[in-house]
């Protein structure tokens, strides 16, 4: 992945485990999951800004029953209907196994239908236990069989919408916003009423940088499931980019009144409330989110940049190096390192955090800038402390 292209996932928020967040992303403290770049926490230009990251929930369990318009159910439909349902129900469980059995049961009484086979993609891509997140598996060669197999079952039903957004879904996990986009908004032109739909299109617009219309989409995905906390946090996301604080505080909060222990929320809220200058606020959540995913480097260099705004240097360092050992790429971890070493007067330290953060991404300006400011403080305290 190219390295402007990396950054702007970074700062997005948007895991991308291609290149390290979340996102997926993506990822880092400071480091903003793939568009214009979140609200700084602080005015130094020498330290990352937070992260918010946006990720691609679950979809809806499509409706069963034909459209009343529609004739009676045949004895197979029935068969297939019947399966689907008791499909569902294992899904929602979380045994794989027995919704796979149910669905090929569906495919076996009406094999004409797309129902199964769409249901059928949706545990596989379970089964692989991937983090349904922006890039979070690019040239996933599973992933680019199961969207083969979705576009063969569109040729010949060019109109459902539960395959077109499985589609953008698995288009999202591979990190192709464009294609995502294409499919994403035709699931939306036929069931405008899925809120699932809408929020795949508004990540899709979100990864490619047209955070206005991520915005809309967002809006309406959380406008018509308003106790989905995952419509929440990728609305919280937007509204953090909009430079919208004190909405995305707010989208947030209440994202954790419907899912307390969700990590990500926590994350996120942490990073809007220090890209309000809210350190105190904002490392509570934060220290919740690393304890429920302890190998989130993003939550860790965020924890740390709030330790350091705090003036807890030497917790802010332990929680960089932290950050660093779970994602030696991340370049916020670096940066922010870097500051907080600056900061105990460790110079030597610092720079050499800095220059492997520049090495990293040679096009980031953001070490630059701290080296700049790291020269300027050698040279009013010429003798580091040891």
């Known amino acids: ?68 318009a529609e004739p009676a159910p045949t004895d197979d439909e029935r068969r297939e209907l019947d399966a689907l349902q008791l499909g569902d129900a294992a899904f929602d469980a979380g045994d794989l196994a027995l919704a796979r059995q149910h669905y090929e049961s569906a495919q076996t009484a009406a094999p004409d239908s797309p129902r199964a086979p769409v249901r059928l993609v949706r545990v596989r891509c379970a089964e692989l236990g991937l983090a349904m997140s922006y890039a979070e598996a690019p040239h996933h060669p599973e992933l680019e069989r199961l969207v083969s197999a979705l576009d063969a079952l569109l040729a010949e039903h060019p109109e459902d919408a539960p395959a077109l957004l499985e589609r953008g879904r698995l288009l999202l996990v591979l990190g192709d916003a464009e294609r995502a986009q294409e499919s994403s908004r035709r699931a939306v032109a036929l069931d405008a009423k899925n809120p699932e739909a809408h ?155 800095l220059l492997r953060a520049e090495s990293l991404d040679t096009t980031d300006p953001r070490p630059k800038a701290s080296l700049r400011d790291l020269a300027e403080l050698e040279k009013r305290q010429p003798t580091p402390r040891r």
């Open 1 to 68: 992945m190219a390295p402007e292209r990396e950054r702007r996932l970074e700062r997005l928020g948007l895991r991308c485990r291609s290149v390290s967040v979340c996102a997926s992303l993506l990822v880092a403290c400071a480091s903003g999951p793939a568009a214009p770049s979140v609200p700084a926490a602080a005015p130094e230009a020498r330290t990352a800004a937070p992260s918010a990251e946006a990720e691609i929930a679950p979809p809806p369990t499509p409706s069963l029953l034909p459209p009343s």
């Open 199 to 353: 929020s795949a299109l508004g990540v899709a617009y979100l990864a490619s940088g047209d955070v206005p219309r991520a915005l809309e989409e967002l809006e309406s995905a959380a406008r018509l499931a308003p106790d989905q906390p995952e419509r929440l946090t990728n609305l919280g996301t937007v509204y953090m980019l909009r430079g919208r604080l004190t909405e995305a505080i707010a989208t947030y909060e209440r994202a954790l009144t419907l899912a307390p222990d969700d990590a990500r929320t926590h994350g996120d809220l942490g990073a809007a409330h220090l890209a309000n200058n809210r350190p105190d606020r904002a490392l509570p959540h934060l220290l919740r989110a690393t304890q429920l995913a302890p190998d989130r480097a993003t939550f860790l260099t965020n924890l740390g940049y709030a330790y350091q705004k705090q003036g807890l240097l030497d917790k802010a360092v332990e929680s960089q190096r932290r950050a660093i050992a779970v994602d030696p790429k991340l370049g916020s971890a670096w940066i922010n390192l870097g500051n907080a070493l600056a900061e105990l007067g460790q110079y030597a330290a610092a720079r050499e955090a």
